[in-house]
């Protein structure tokens, strides 16, 4: 295909750059309102505690708090079930992660709000609050937490088996399978059998801006919210599901984000300040600081995986089967199902089953990260395929070619692939220069990896409306993180034929543009694009009708390219046509409400180069590479951005990243100096290779590019350590120690 | 209630008094008193830079300092970079190489390098990682910052240095 765009595949200046390189730009924390207060939440120092009492009655007490609130505050949720975009949920988990009721389930959790004229005075008023805790044993692993006689976190959840509710109680949530063709047969066929079991720590999305949100419940009743978030509409639900409003009452506007990756999709702030500005009376801003970020947000879950697949003697995939036990942390939830869809998702393997179990623990309620649950899975599978490799003497890329899935290819969960890119992604890893280009030194290793996500579509709404001097207000919903009020405005630009320059793009209110869900699932560009784009056709439809109004000749007459409308030897710009929309009947506004079914996966590969030091086990990576396919890079800047910043976290998941927990259940390196994320100074720049296998379900043919680059990240730095220091590791993050432990262990020399 | 203190200093380029108590952070009253949220607060503890600011020349997590410390101090901000309407290099820079997503890191990496500048106007890659090596990014992998701060050397010294 190579269809010519004016604007696609350019790289234009961000519509938002001079606001956010000046520091004009209004992120979460930056909006300032008369009679503003300030709130602090008080939380548990204990990971797993059941509170005897509460008396608020000497913070209430200290001048200058105004307001204090408890989950006694909050409407009772009862059995109410609803689903707020992350799937059907118990109100009451929702409830009570904002406000714990009853039990606290892991330390950070939030036991009371207090607002006063500063935040010195409200961290000072939260500390004469007095709690009375009855502290129970906690349970922080997921293997742990499904043992017989493990500490129960949720007395009322029943394990749900195979579909079916077993009427038992126990930390499992739910027990869920997927599978394809005769396992056994398959295995039976096999030459080779590798299987592996793999453990990766709980690790944190590291956005550096905190949590913020401020709120004002006016005295109309209507509750308006400003906030950093990846979804206005999720938290217009939610708070209003949670405050029992109906959510026309509740208007969010959201501010500029300082990232998100998935961790600010959940709402954590917002109720709690909403019902401090009822009890107050005046607007109260609440912003978590960077430990409670840690400790009170949503991590990605840790997870305990086990991998088996079998291959005949000249490489085939017969059989594959893997086991994938997930931390939900605090309430039922992990990203296991993703997990598992994806788990063996790259490869066309005939006979295959999958387990997932969703399991509660001590431990923050998880929450989405960058293709959420795929990245631990294919850090397991990666390690299994490169094995079966190196077992067979197949080149690691050639073995991944001969199994690839590709268009037709059946999953374990059902999905038939639609035109993918698995193949083009290996053959790209295989042409590129650093694949070619031959690794010496001693200690020094190279690995590869793929990895797949199948993105998300969802609701996006858009308007467009025509200016006189030919320009054009775009006016649209998802939040913008990286970029994508220009890869949205670029869409439009090429359908109406004008530069991008003339559009100007407006990421509005809940109450300004029509439903749009959240900025995730590398759905933006895709979804919202699509948006775009069909609004723009609704405004070149009623242009061309404009001007066969002024020609007096049939609208579909008038055809219109690169701005300029014609009909037999007529002709008009965009701008002149734009000029004489009053005298041809008023303004053009062009409107577009898509929810998209044609959803485009995206696979991403890796080849990463170490050199592991044999002294510290510390890994040092030499270089690395990055392979994605686009579908289209509407932006290909922000495409490589993508990349490149998805490599980095996968980079730190892999080598340092990890939530170091104290045996009671307290997180122990809880600041950013602790949790180690990787700095300029730890990373080389990073190469990046764009593959363009157009998705046929987007005009465009944009798949989404936000997610599937952090997924083969840990795998391939893995297999580049076993070729560096001839150790497999099962463990992430795989930091000096953890490798010192696995060289020691392989030269069996471990000191006393 | 503390009882608050007059402070006195020099803010890019204009004098500024503002009135704080002795336990905010001069993060606080640069955002929350004076009004200028250009610096932004990432971590309240020193440790990923976003609220980097030159005082008396030096780069500072503006977080670890005292309101109270910056009597009698000039501090440049993200708002005093750029010349009227025209952009800094280093600004300009950024725009063009995509040296920022989310951009929440983008004024302290931006603070960070005017500072680099003024000590090293020409750069090699491994100093310019060093120098940033307090400034973290999340989004970016730093790849794009560094080739922008690169590019933004090569520019016109005086500009750099303005």
């Known amino acids: 295909m190579s269809t010519q765009y004016t604007v696609l595949g350019t790289r234009p200046i961000r519509h938002d750059g001079a606001d956010k390189v000046t520091g004009r730009a209004l992120y979460g924390a930056d909006i300032h309102l008369a009679g503003l207060l300030h709130g602090f939440v008080l939380r548990s120092p204990h990971a797993h505690a059941r509170i005897v009492r509460i008396d608020t009655s000497k913070a209430e007490a200290l001048p200058g708090v105004k307001a204090v609130v408890t989950a006694a505050d909050l409407p009772e949720a009862g059995d109410r079930i609803v689903d707020l975009g992350e799937g059907e949920t118990p109100l009451s988990y929702i409830r009570g992660n904002v406000l714990a009721a009853g039990k606290v389930l892991y330390q950070g959790h939030a036991v009371a709000g207090v607002a006063a004229v500063s935040a010195h005075v409200a961290e000072e008023a939260a500390g004469l609050i007095e709690v009375d805790y009855e502290v129970l044993p906690c349970v922080l692993t997921a293997p742990d937490a499904m043992k017989e006689g493990a500490p129960i976190l949720h007395e009322d959840l029943v394990t749900k088996e195979l579909g079916e509710k077993t009427g038992q109680v126990s930390n499992v949530a739910d027990h869920f399978r997927f599978s394809l063709g005769d396992l056994k047969a398959g295995f039976d066929q096999a030459d080779v059998i590798v299987e592996r079991t793999f453990d990766t720590a709980t690790v944190h999305q590291g956005y550096i801006e905190p949590h913020t949100c401020t709120v004002l419940w006016n005295n109309d009743g209507r509750v308006q919210v400003w906030c950093s978030t990846q979804g206005a509409f999720v938290v217009r639900d939610t708070t209003a599901c949670i405050l029992d409003l109906p959510v026309s009452r509740v208007k969010v506007t959201p501010m500029e984000i300082g990232g998100g990756f998935g961790g600010k999709i959940p709402v954590y702030l917002e109720p709690t300040a909403a019902l401090l500005s009822k009890k107050s009376g005046r607007p109260v801003k609440l912003t978590m600081s960077r430990r409670d970020v840690f400790e009170a947000s949503g991590p990605t879950p840790g997870s305990h995986i086990t991998v088996k697949i079998g291959a005949t003697r000249d490489g085939k995939f017969v059989a594959g089967e893997a086991s994938l036990a997930y931390e939900a942390g605090a309430y039922p939830g992990a990203m296991v199902g993703p997990g598992a869809m994806c788990i063996l998702a790259a490869y066309d393997i005939p006979n295959v089953t999958v387990d997932g179990y969703d399991v509660v623990v001590n431990k923050p309620s998880t929450a989405a990260y960058r293709a959420p649950g795929a990245t631990n899975a294919a850090f397991a599978t990666e390690t299994v395929v490169d094995e079966i490799a190196e077992k067979l003497g197949i080149d690691p890329l050639e073995l991944r070619l001969k199994n690839a899935a590709v268009e037709g290819t059946r999953r374990a969960d059902g999905v038939k692939f639609r035109r993918i890119g698995c193949v083009e992604v290996i053959e790209a890893m295989k042409n590129s220069e650093h694949y070619k280009t031959p690794l010496e030194g001693p200690n020094r290793g190279r690995g590869v990896a793929i990895g797949y996500w199948f993105n998300a579509g969802l609701p996006s709404s858009c308007t467009i409306s025509v200016s006189a001097d030919g320009g054009v207000n775009l006016v649209e919903g998802s939040t913008d993180i990286g970029g994508t009020r220009t890869s949205i405005a670029m869409q439009a630009a090429e359908v109406l034929g004008i530069p991008v320059e003339k559009v100007q793009p407006t990421v509005a209110d809940t109450d300004s543009v029509g439903f749009t869900g959240v900025t995730g699932g590398s759905r933006t560009t895709f979804a919202t694009g699509m948006a775009a784009h069909d609004a723009a056709q609704d405004v070149m439809r009623q242009l061309k009708e404009r001007a066969a109004l002024l020609w007096e000749v049939d609208a579909s007459a008038v055809e219109a390219q690169h701005g300029v409308f014609r009909s037999n030897g007529h002709s008009i710009t965009f701008q002149e046509l734009a000029e004489k929309l009053d005298a041809t009947g008023g303004p053009v506004i062009g409107r577009a409400a898509v929810n998209p079914k044609g959803v485009g996966g995206s696979f991403s590969g890796v080849i990463v180069d170490v050199e592991v030091d044999p002294e510290t086990g510390k890994t040092t990576i030499l270089r690395f590479t990055s392979i994605q396919d686009a579908g289209k890079a509407i932006h290909p800047a922000y495409v490589e951005g993508q990349m490149q910043g998805g490599s980095a976290q996968g980079i730190g998941w892999a080598l340092n990243e990890e939530y170091y927990m104290s045996a009671a259940g307290t997180m122990m390196n809880s600041s950013l100096l602790d949790y180690r994320m990787p700095t300029s100074l730890d990373l080389p720049m990073i190469e990046t290779i764009i593959v363009e296998v157009p998705n046929p379900g987007h005009p465009f043919g944009v798949r989404g590019v936000g997610e599937a680059n952090i997924v083969p990240p840990p795998g391939a730095i893995a297999n580049a350590i076993y070729h560096a220091a001839g150790v497999r590791m099962e463990r992430l993050p795989m930091n000096p120690p953890a490798v010192m432990e696995a060289i020691w262990q392989k030269s069996s020399s471990q000191p006393s | ?162």
């Open chain 2, 1 to 162: 209630m503390h009882k608050r203190v007059q402070v006195n200093t020099t803010i890019n380029g204009e004098p500024a008094e503002f009135l704080c108590e002795p336990r905010q952070s001069l993060l606080e009253c640069l955002r929350d008193i004076v009004g200028l949220t250009g610096t932004k607060e990432g971590c309240n503890d020193g440790n990923c830079g976003a609220c980097t600011v030159i005082l008396d020349g030096r780069i500072v997590t503006s977080c670890l300092v005292l309101g109270v410390e910056a009597e009698g101090a000039e501090i440049t901000t993200i708002e005093g970079i750029a010349r009227g309407n025209k952009l800094h290099p280093l600004q300009q820079s950024f725009l063009e190489n995509a040296a920022l997503q989310c951009g929440i890191c983008t004024p302290g990496f931006i603070i960070a390098a005017k500072a680099l500048f003024d000590e090293n106007p020409h750069p090699n890659e491994h100093e310019v990682r060093a120098w940033l090596a307090n400034n973290l990014c999340r989004c970016t992998g730093y790849d794009k910052i560094v080739r922008a701060i690169m590019q933004a050397a090569d520019m016109n010294v005086e500009e750099v240095k303005a």
